[in-house]
């Protein structure tokens, strides 16, 4: 069966860098695209950026661009997401998701365990 | 970009009734070309990840029940419990994935009156 296991939580300061990893097995790892989406606490959710099934390139929401970075490991089926330069905002809870189909675009269909993030002085 | 509201941002519905929550999104989610609506329904319960309920606007995932059902097309969209049982005490999010970055509606709490 489909999963991906995502690493666990994390406590940063301000200014600091995170590094988020989803591993994921169940299923031939370069035939789906992976998005990472967040929740804050309490509140909805956001959309960050996808890493492309084929060629491993990326797709980062505005509101992310310069400050994330995703990759992958074809060799260890993982999946990372980085995200730079860190405010007491970026405190949620991160996903990693896999399409629910191998054509793109496609609904959410599985879903990591999700990583809390805490940026605390 | 797609902007996606819900409404209302929450309910409260008696055990057995029908619980019905909407979502517009700010652009036509219908590709026309082959006539699918890129419109996602998800259910969040407390302290997990979201799960996929209805995709294609109205197609039901394997094993959700059918007491949930999906309708609509181009920028209306509905949500339908037609029979609220216990487990269905959550927070629904419908979703657009027709265009790039995909969003989410705001959210609606759903509970037992």
């Known amino acids: 069966q489909v999963q991906l296991v995502q690493s666990g939580a994390e406590v940063k300061k301000p200014g600091a860098s995170v590094k988020v990893s989803c591993k994921a097995s169940g299923y031939t790892f370069n035939e789906y695209n992976i998005q990472w989406v967040r929740q804050a606490p309490g509140q909805g959710l956001e959309w960050i950026g996808r890493?492309?099934?084929?060629?491993?390139?990326?797709n980062y929401a505005q509101k992310f661009e310069g400050r994330v970075k995703m990759t992958r490991d074809t060799s260890i089926n993982t999946v990372y997401m980085e995200l730079r330069r860190l405010n007491y905002d970026d405190t949620a809870v991160y996903y990693c998701?896999?399409?629910?189909?191998?054509?793109?675009?496609?609904?959410?269909?599985?879903w990591g365990q999700g990583t809390l993030v805490i940026v605390s002085s | 970009d797609i902007v996606m509201t819900q409404s209302p941002d929450s309910l409260a519905v008696s055990l057995g009734e029908r619980a019905t929550i909407n979502c517009k999104s700010s652009h036509s989610v219908l590709y026309t070309s082959n006539n699918k609506n890129y419109l996602a329904w998800y259910q969040q319960k407390p302290g997990q990840p979201p799960k996929l309920l209805i995709y294609?606007?109205?197609t039901r995932e394997s094993g959700v029940p059918d007491r949930f059902s999906g309708s609509g097309s181009g920028t209306d969209f509905t949500l339908t419990i037609s029979s609220l049982q216990a487990e269905d005490v959550a927070v629904y999010y419908c979703?657009?994935?027709?265009?790039?970055?995909?969003?989410f509606g705001p959210g609606t709490k759903v509970g037992i009156k």
């Open positions: 998701v896999r399409d629910r189909i191998a054509e793109v675009p496609a609904a959410m269909g599985y």
């Open positions: 294609w606007a109205s």
């Open positions: 890493i492309n099934r084929n060629s491993g390139g990326t």
């Open positions: 979703q657009q994935y027709y265009s790039t970055p995909p969003a």
